[in-house]
């Protein structure tokens, strides 16, 4: 059984590890680990706070830390009133649209895991009854569907074999046979590592049924894929700060467009939940953006 658990230190023991998962995988992510290990490594190592042969953490996440990053989180403990954090905050909000590529769209940043982001997309825009399309690679693509049925969504679950992805002519076909009113996919799930077609399965939801929401996980995938969220027309990415984004673990990040917000606002039924409403936390965002503190919960 492979242990993705365990820290390694070089790169013999990386390669032992992967190369019995490339013969047996598909995975065009687990083929470009393997032809970038011995680069990683040293870039990993080169970036060390200490540089010394201590075990590297080469898991999808956490992952390994710049000095820098490492340096920012060593200050004082600070209020969430202070004009620095105020400042800070707000800078954090407006360049998260820059990495995923819009101008319009909403960030929501909370604290807790990745899988907060489910919670915080499917109490907002679910109402119990709706259907939803999920597009499963994997573990956490089940688990997303999971969340969605927790509250209330019908939920059809297109599987695809492990190591791919479904076909653009299997997901028309299932859009073609219902409304749904939101449609996932996983860009990258970690448990297959296998890359989604998030270009493609927004182009073919706008076609077909342009009404439908598309989601994101982007929790393995945000900011080492490659992601346009205007230009492909993606309704909300799902992510989180201990992965590609390279921060400690335990900030949930969620950016929603427009149109996501208007669901929203035109729900005919509360929000089912008090701590990841986005109707509390939306004039939070919009205050810290406008360096003005406003208080809900601590961000």
């Known amino acids: ?15 032992k590890l992967i190369k019995p998962i490339i013969r047996s995988s598909s995975s065009t992510t687990a083929t470009r680990l393997i032809n970038r290990t011995p680069a990683a490594l040293a870039h990993y190592r080169n970036m060390s706070s200490d540089n010394s042969s201590r075990p590297l953490c080469l898991i999808p996440g ?23 954090f105020v400042e800070a905050f707000g800078q954090v909000i407006e360049k998260l649209r820059t990495v995923v590529d819009t101008k319009t769209a909403q960030p929501f940043v909370i604290a807790g895991s990745g899988t907060l982001g489910w919670d915080q997309t499917a109490a907002n825009l679910l109402e119990a009854g709706d259907s ?3 597009l499963s690679n994997g573990y ?21 074999e492990a190591g791919n992805r479904q076909t653009l002519d299997e997901i028309r076909s299932a859009l073609q046979q219902k409304q749904y009113k939101i449609v996932t996919v996983s860009q990258v799930d970690t448990s297959t590592g296998v890359l989604g077609d998030v270009q493609g399965v927004a182009q073919l939801v706008r076609d077909v049924s342009p009404d439908t929401l598309v989601i994101v996980d982007g929790v393995c995938a945000t900011a080492a894929e490659r992601l346009y969220f205007d230009a492909w027309g993606v309704d909300v990415v799902i992510t989180a700060s201990q992965k590609a984004l390279g921060c400690p673990p335990g900030i949930s990040i969620v950016v929603a467009s427009q149109k996501a917000l208007k669901v929203l606002a035109e729900r005919k039924t509360p929000v089912p939940a008090y701590y990841v409403n986005w109707n509390r936390w939306l004039p939070i965002m919009r205050s810290y953006e406008d360096r003005a503190v406003k208080y809900f919960a601590t961000p």
């Open 132 to 134: 939803v399309l999920v």
């Open 140 to 160: 956490f693509g089940e688990g997303l569907a999971d969340c969605m049925e927790t509250y209330g969504a019908q939920v059809t679950r297109l599987r695809a």
């Open 1 to 15: 059984m492979v242990r993705w658990d365990v820290c390694i230190m070089n790169i013999r023991p990386v390669q």
């Open 62 to 84: 956490p992952v390994e830390m710049t000095s820098t990053v490492l340096q920012a989180h060593s200050t004082p403990a600070t209020a969430h009133t202070d004009p620095k």
